[in-house]
């Protein structure tokens, strides 16, 4: 199984910079869509980006101010959040997809890592 884990969370203030890395285990990681998702207290899971090999995806809330990329020789892809918003403070969370079709829906997703606290302060 893939096996995704997060790193890199934390408390900034509003207008800073926060950057999440995803470390993967398992196989075929280049063939994976990668993506990053939030969910916020009381919330539903939500879009934030989504890589294919070169090809990226925004939600238009994070368009302009996060990018996505991806090392295949790592087995890592990094979300960089830049112009932070107290309404971007979610636990975010990394995950793949078995082919490289983009998709922002939550449920064609395979696998998930645990999650990272992000935290903007007003």
């Known amino acids: 199984q893939v096996q995704l884990v997060e790193s890199g969370g934390g408390l900034v203030q509003a207008g800073g910079s926060l950057s999440l890395t995803c470390a993967a285990s398992?196989?075929?990681?280049?063939?994976?869509?990668m993506g990053w998702f939030r969910q916020a207290p009381g919330k539903k899971r939500e879009f934030v980006a989504s890589i294919a090999w070169t090809s990226t995806y925004f939600a238009e809330s994070v368009k302009g101010r996060f990018t996505i990329s991806r090392d295949n020789a790592k087995d890592t892809v990094v979300l960089q959040m830049n112009s932070l918003k107290p309404g971007d403070t979610a636990v975010y969370y990394c995950?793949?997809?078995?082919?490289?079709?983009?998709?922002?829906?939550?449920?064609?997703?395979?696998?998930w890592g645990q999650g990272t606290q992000v935290t903007v302060s007003s």
């Open positions: 398992g196989h075929t990681f280049s063939r994976y869509l």
């Open positions: 995950t793949a997809r078995l082919e490289l079709v983009p998709t922002t829906e939550v449920d064609e997703y395979n696998y």
